[in-house]
């Protein structure tokens, strides 16, 4: 089965938030949430695609943006490479663009064992990073 290549970023918003938005129902793990993204296009590099799915999916132009980290993760069904960008910086206000809800969520909130915003197994490792992060703060 071939690797679907996706970038994913993390957004980075006011007061230590983090934007996530809902997959589509009839999608591939459809109704959890996720860090915005899609797939790379041919000839297109990961800053190049990190920069057109945010404008496409949330109508926002990335200022400032840094590669994070990589996720291979393989479903019963699909094998995907996540290519983890942080944006720090944007212009425009990020809105679900293609009809997907959208929300600012506190880090501390995304992280909670108890928490309402259930991921895809192929992000576990970006909330595990997260999470690192977040301790490690002073």
Same mark, same amino acid.
Not at 38 to 50: F, H, P, R, S, V
Not at 108 to 131: G, H, M, T, V, W
């Given at each position: 089965?071939?690797r679907?290549?996706?970038?994913? =970023?993390?957004?980075?918003?006011n007061?230590?938030?983090?934007? $996530?938005?809902?997959?589509?129902?009839?999608?591939?793990q %459809? %109704?959890? !949430?996720?860090?915005? %993204?899609g797939?790379?296009?041919?000839?297109?590099?990961t800053?190049?695609g990190?920069?057109?799915e945010?404008?496409?999916?949330?109508?926002?132009?990335?200022?400032?943006?840094?590669?994070?980290?990589?996720v291979?993760?393989d479903?019963s069904?699909?094998?995907?490479l996540?290519d983890v !960008?942080?944006?720090t910086a944007f212009?425009?206000? =990020?809105?679900?663009?293609? %009809?997907?809800?959208?929300? !600012?969520?506190?880090i501390?909130?995304?992280?909670?064992?108890?928490?309402?915003? =259930?991921f895809?197994?192929a992000?576990?490792? $970006?909330l595990? =990073?997260?999470a690192? $992060?977040?301790h490690?703060r002073?």
């Amino acid at each position: 089965m071939k690797r679907i290549h996706v970038v994913a =970023a993390v957004i980075y918003g006011n007061l230590n938030e983090i934007l $996530i938005a809902r997959r589509p129902d009839h999608l591939h793990q %459809g %109704g959890l !949430w996720e860090f915005p %993204g899609g797939k790379i296009e041919a000839n297109e590099t990961t800053y190049q695609g990190l920069v057109r799915e945010l404008n496409e999916e949330l109508a926002i132009k990335v200022i400032a943006a840094n590669p994070f980290m990589q996720v291979s993760h393989d479903y019963s069904d699909k094998h995907i490479l996540l290519d983890v !960008w942080q944006v720090t910086a944007f212009e425009g206000e =990020a809105r679900g663009a293609e %009809g997907q809800e959208c929300c !600012w969520v506190p880090i501390k909130i995304l992280l909670r064992e108890d928490s309402k915003y =259930a991921f895809p197994q192929a992000n576990r490792p $970006i909330l595990d =990073a997260l999470a690192t $992060i977040l301790h490690h703060r002073p």
